[in-house]
């Protein structure tokens, strides 16, 4: 991306002075020199020669940075060796330290060792008020995935539906526990939903007539593997304004590898049919292709793309959650071809914008003027907290990547969350006491990763499951520079 050089972001985002990128002997004069630790915990450099990029961490400001800033950043936290900044000439290291200084105190840079303008909280942040819920209404699945999480949809137990009642109550539960809120979200999950329709569509009705009885807003999503997704399923979801999240690999070989049928034959070709023919009645979006890689396609660039060639315009793409003993686990020495994925992402979603054929890719979604709220910069999801996942039986789990696993039911849909303390330890796990995350540039933007791969992988909700940190990692920075690619307009056709 060379054309994206002579543009500076930071211009367009922060449009007070042309500019940019500067470092040391000013900071030096008047503040001292930063920590190595502040510089790697706040100032972030990533990209490749011809498109640098510096990301202020407390800020969010993100800006374009020559070769020079470039390593005379680097030198701050000694990611450059030293030496490595012989060739730049005094007067270079001078302008690069005077821009750094005057993005300081213009406010869109802050100093490394600057303390984080967000309260450092040591204490938990509450058990939460629950304003969304995933209701299983079908433990059962009429595929047999191999890196199922939900035990081929059983969930480590018993093959069941939910009946109405459940989903009805979990319902009047919801509206009781959200006691302000006004908008409220409901997941209809499996297993595979689209077993146990009769009860969805009991459930609607009944969330319609909570909505007009309150003046409440209820917004539905449903999660399929498509395998049962005729016309008249297809045509319900629209006529009820129920976003859809369709299951689907991406190529054909890479798909039928994994998701097979109950008697172990292939699915794509019924799947595909049945999301495309969906997908063209609901021209409006309010869909995503939820595609999952493991390490048989660190390749998944490819998938995605086969997928946007499919004509699906919304896509999401996310590593397998798996014990690493798993034949699909992603292991350490599958990331550089993982990253290199990403990058080739960014790349033809760049070149297809300039086409006129671009889609979205969920992950890459950036909100960088309006972030999230401040709980959701320190805790992410909100499972447990904000939101439960039920079972068919009516229990509560913190969400639908718990549900089974020993310590975690909350509660049930009839008497409520009678456990309000495994709220509070959800929220006792926020970025600032996890010692991994208060020092990781990414913190505020990933909040903490998934609470429930940490406890799968490390037995405990406060430390990270370190490889998919380094996969959120990476997906932000492309995120962060496809936005810039955007913003610049260079994904203009
Ligand atoms: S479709 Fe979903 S629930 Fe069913 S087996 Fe595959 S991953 Fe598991
Ligand atoms: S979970 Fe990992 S990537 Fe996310 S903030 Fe913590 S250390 Fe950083």
């Known amino acids: 991306m060379p054309d994206l050089l002579p543009v500076r972001l930071q211009d367009l985002l922060h449009p007070r002075k042309s500019g940019v990128q500067e470092i040391a002997n000013g900071l030096e004069l008047q503040r001292g020199r930063p920590t190595r630790a502040g510089v790697s915990r706040n100032w972030r450099r990533f990209g490749v020669p011809g498109a640098r990029f510096l990301l202020d961490v407390q800020s969010g400001s993100l800006h374009c940075i020559d070769e020079a800033a470039w390593d005379v950043i680097g030198q701050l936290d000694e990611a450059v060796p030293r030496g490595a900044i012989a060739h730049i000439g005094a007067d270079q290291i001078a302008e690069v330290a005077h821009d750094l200084d005057m993005l300081i105190e213009e406010g869109t840079l802050s100093y490394p060792d600057d303390p984080d303008t967000m309260p450092n909280t040591g204490q938990t942040l509450g058990p939460g008020v629950v304003k969304a819920m995933c209701l299983h209404v079908a433990h059962d699945c009429d595929m047999r995935c191999g890196y199922c999480f939900a035990g081929t949809g059983g969930f480590g137990g018993g093959r069941s539906l939910m009946p109405a009642e459940v989903g009805c109550a979990a319902l009047d539960l919801l509206f009781k526990l959200s006691g302000g809120i006004r908008h409220l979200d409901v997941d209809f999950f499996g297993g595979e939903p689209l077993l146990n329709m009769e009860a969805v569509r009991t459930i609607v009705k009944h969330g319609r007539r909570l909505e007009a009885a309150s003046g409440k807003v209820l917004k539905f999503t449903l999660t399929t593997n498509c395998l049962g997704l005729t016309p008249d399923i297809g045509g319900f979801l629209n006529d009820n304004n129920i976003a859809a999240v369709l299951s689907i690999d991406g190529r054909p070989a890479v798909h039928d590898a994994v998701r097979r049928t109950e008697h172990g034959g292939p699915t794509h070709e019924r799947i595909m049919a049945n999301a495309l023919q969906f997908v063209q009645t609901r021209p409006d979006g309010e869909y995503y292709v939820r595609g999952t890689y493991t390490r048989r396609n660190l390749d998944f660039v490819d998938d995605v ?189």
Request: charged fraction near 20%; proline fraction near 6%; hydrophobic fraction near 35%.
């Open 305 to 493: 793309l086969y997928l946007a060639d499919m004509g699906f315009d919304s896509i999401s793409f996310e590593p397998v959650v798996s014990p690493p003993e798993s034949p699909y686990s992603i292991r350490e020495q599958d990331l550089p071809q993982v990253y290199a994925s990403y990058d080739r992402l960014v790349d033809e979603m760049i070149a297809r914008r300039r086409q006129g054929r671009g889609f979205r890719f969920f992950h890459f979604d950036l909100n960088l003027a309006n972030g999230p709220c401040l709980a959701k910069r320190l805790l992410g999801c909100g499972a447990g907290r904000e939101y439960v996942a039920v079972t068919p039986a009516g229990e509560l789990y913190p969400c639908h990547q718990f549900v089974g696993r020993d310590g975690f039911i909350m509660g049930d849909v009839r008497s409520g969350i009678a456990r309000p303390e495994i709220g509070s330890e959800f929220g006792r796990a926020h970025i600032y006491a996890k010692p991994v995350c208060r020092g990781c540039w990414a913190r505020y933007m990933c909040s903490g990763g998934c609470h429930a791969n940490a406890h799968q992988m490390n037995g405990t909700i406060a430390e990270p499951y370190s490889i998919g940190c380094r996969i959120t990692r990476k997906r932000l920075e492309s995120a962060l520079t496809l936005a810039a690619a955007e913003a610049t307009g260079d994904s203009r056709a």
